[in-house]
């Protein structure tokens, strides 16, 4: 009984990592704008100008004042051209029209209201027939239609996605504010072997650190490879504590448990201020959170499994956070299960599994065994289904909580 009182739960194992940062400020940087996919911004971006600055066609086609037309006239006089940067420097008068292109600016003087489709109209020499009549303002981008001066563009807190460099290239920047990259260092612990070595009996691959590093990648974290930590105690000491000052945070897998041979928990424990470990969840349970030194600490499960989902469930939103991202929220879905089971009351459990289409209606599939060591289960699933504390019994149709594993990596 004793042993369950130090576990705690995922709810409150989340406050605590969030809760953390609150006195946490990253620093910032000026970058090239087109370097910044993936960045998070540091401040609010103003736009300079209106967008577009001025009224523009939309189309291909004829530039016209309605009232030419309005009457039912349907022929028109062409009296020049407008082009993208290139714009045509008179008034329209009633009875004429001008060839214009998609994207040229239609200026005050113009007079022009409005555009007919090229593909509406009959062109022969100076004179077009317009065979389907518009209506009235008709295929313009009005000024500032998409983004008015001053209007604040891009939120402080944003992280950049490529399609944002289109936005970012239409404001004229060189050079945006952004957070500076997280600083990670990422150590395994144990006796196993690059997956790059060679094979000897009885060794094992290390399964874990690529798979964190490109996740810690993929969180546009700045990450240095610290190697293995044997399993020896002065030398996970030496190890940690010659690194420390020079990362954001720490993040180990394997050697957490309360073993004699889990050095990387012996020295947190006695080294370290430790904020949480033990968890009330599987799998994971062996999951420490706290500071060494000043450096903020993880360190996840051994077992494949277990250290991947809870790196994507507690600290992907973490370095989010960290990161100054200002949206963290993972999209949630509530899909009825198409499986029955029962589970141990009093901790979370984490299922890998997979949203199906039966019948037209979609259901979650769970992974047929949920062994924090089977590495198929996350290789072979879309994402994680997880079942609260409180639940002892699943049955079909009880709806439950699904997360793509994309959808908490975005």
Same mark, same amino acid.
């Given at each position: 009984?004793?042993?369950?009182? =130090?576990?705690?739960?995922?709810?409150?194992?989340?406050?605590?990592?969030?809760? @953390?940062?609150?006195?946490?400020?990253?620093?910032?940087?000026?970058?090239?704008?087109?370097?910044?996919?993936? =960045?998070?911004?540091?401040?609010?971006?103003? @736009?300079?100008?209106?967008?577009?600055?001025?009224?523009?066609?939309?189309?291909?086609?004829?530039?016209?004042?309605?009232?030419?037309?309005?009457?039912?006239?349907?022929?028109?006089?062409?009296?020049?051209? @407008?082009?993208?940067?290139?714009?045509?420097?008179?008034?329209?008068?009633?009875?004429?029209?001008?060839?214009?292109?998609?994207?040229?600016?239609?200026?005050?003087?113009?007079?022009?209201?409005?555009?007919?489709?090229?593909?509406?109209?009959?062109?022969? @020499?100076?004179?077009?027939?317009?065979?389907?009549?518009?209506?009235?303002?008709?295929?313009?981008?009005?000024?500032?239609?998409?983004?008015?001066?001053?209007?604040?563009?891009?939120?402080?807190?944003?992280?950049?996605?490529?399609?944002?460099?289109?936005?970012?290239?239409?404001?004229?920047?060189?050079?945006?504010?952004?957070?500076?990259?997280?600083?990670? !260092?990422?150590?395994?612990?144990?006796?196993?072997?690059?997956?790059?070595?060679?094979?000897?009996?009885?060794?094992?691959?290390?399964?874990?650190?690529?798979?964190?590093?490109?996740?810690?990648?993929?969180?546009?974290?700045?990450?240095?490879?610290?190697?293995?930590?044997?399993?020896?105690?002065?030398?996970?000491? =030496?190890?940690?504590?010659?690194?420390?000052?020079?990362?954001?945070?720490?993040?180990?897998? !394997?050697?957490?448990?309360?073993?004699?041979?889990?050095?990387?928990?012996?020295?947190?424990?006695?080294?370290?201020?430790?904020?949480?470990?033990?968890?009330?969840?599987?799998?994971?349970?062996?999951?420490?959170?706290?500071?060494?030194?000043?450096?903020?600490?993880?360190?996840?499960?051994?077992?494949?499994?277990?250290?991947?989902?809870?790196?994507?469930?507690?600290?992907?939103?973490?370095?989010?956070?960290?990161?100054?991202?200002?949206?963290?929220?993972?999209?949630?879905?509530?899909?009825?299960? &198409?499986?029955?089971?029962?589970?141990?009351?009093?901790?979370?459990?984490?299922?890998?599994?997979?949203?199906?289409?039966?019948?037209?209606?979609?259901?979650?599939?769970?992974?047929?065994?949920?062994?924090?060591?089977?590495?198929?289960?996350?290789?072979?699933?879309?994402?994680?289904?997880?079942?609260?504390?409180?639940?002892?019994?699943?049955?079909?149709?009880?709806?439950?909580?699904?997360?793509?594993?994309?959808?908490?990596? &975005?």
């Amino acid at each position: 009984m004793e042993k369950n009182k =130090r576990l705690i739960s995922v709810f409150l194992a989340k406050k605590k990592m969030i809760d @953390s940062l609150k006195d946490f400020k990253n620093s910032s940087e000026l970058i090239d704008f087109r370097n910044s996919e993936n =960045r998070v911004l540091a401040e609010n971006i103003f @736009s300079k100008n209106n967008i577009p600055e001025f009224d523009n066609s939309a189309v291909d086609g004829f530039g016209i004042n309605y009232n030419s037309i309005k009457k039912g006239n349907n022929t028109l006089k062409i009296v020049g051209e @407008s082009r993208p940067g290139k714009p045509f420097k008179k008034k329209v008068k009633n009875g004429e029209a001008i060839v214009i292109f998609t994207g040229a600016f239609i200026l005050k003087i113009n007079d022009i209201d409005t555009v007919c489709y090229e593909e509406n109209c009959e062109m022969t @020499s100076k004179i077009i027939k317009i065979v389907k009549l518009p209506e009235k303002g008709d295929n313009i981008r009005k000024k500032g239609e998409d983004i008015k001066i001053n209007q604040v563009a891009f939120k402080k807190g944003r992280k950049i996605r490529t399609v944002d460099l289109t936005q970012l290239s239409s404001l004229g920047l060189k050079k945006i504010k952004v957070f500076k990259k997280i600083k990670v !260092g990422v150590f395994s612990s144990g006796n196993e072997i690059s997956p790059s070595s060679v094979k000897k009996k009885y060794t094992i691959f290390d399964a874990n650190k690529t798979v964190l590093i490109n996740l810690l990648k993929r969180l546009g974290c700045e990450i240095s490879d610290m190697g293995l930590i044997k399993d020896n105690y002065e030398h996970t000491k =030496r190890k940690l504590n010659k690194n420390l000052s020079s990362f954001d945070l720490i993040i180990t897998s !394997g050697g957490v448990s309360k073993s004699r041979i889990d050095h990387i928990g012996n020295f947190f424990s006695m080294s370290g201020k430790v904020n949480f470990w033990q968890l009330a969840l599987k799998p994971g349970r062996p999951f420490a959170f706290g500071k060494l030194n000043d450096t903020p600490f993880i360190g996840l499960p051994g077992n494949p499994v277990a250290a991947v989902i809870t790196f994507l469930m507690l600290v992907t939103n973490y370095l989010k956070k960290l990161s100054g991202i200002r949206k963290t929220e993972i999209i949630e879905r509530i899909v009825p299960a &198409n499986f029955e089971m029962t589970k141990k009351s009093g901790r979370t459990e984490w299922l890998r599994g997979s949203i199906k289409v039966i019948n037209n209606n979609y259901f979650l599939e769970k992974f047929h065994t949920s062994g924090s060591g089977i590495i198929s289960s996350i290789s072979n699933t879309d994402g994680i289904i997880e079942i609260n504390e409180d639940v002892k019994y699943i049955k079909k149709g009880t709806l439950l909580k699904f997360y793509r594993y994309e959808d908490i990596l &975005n």
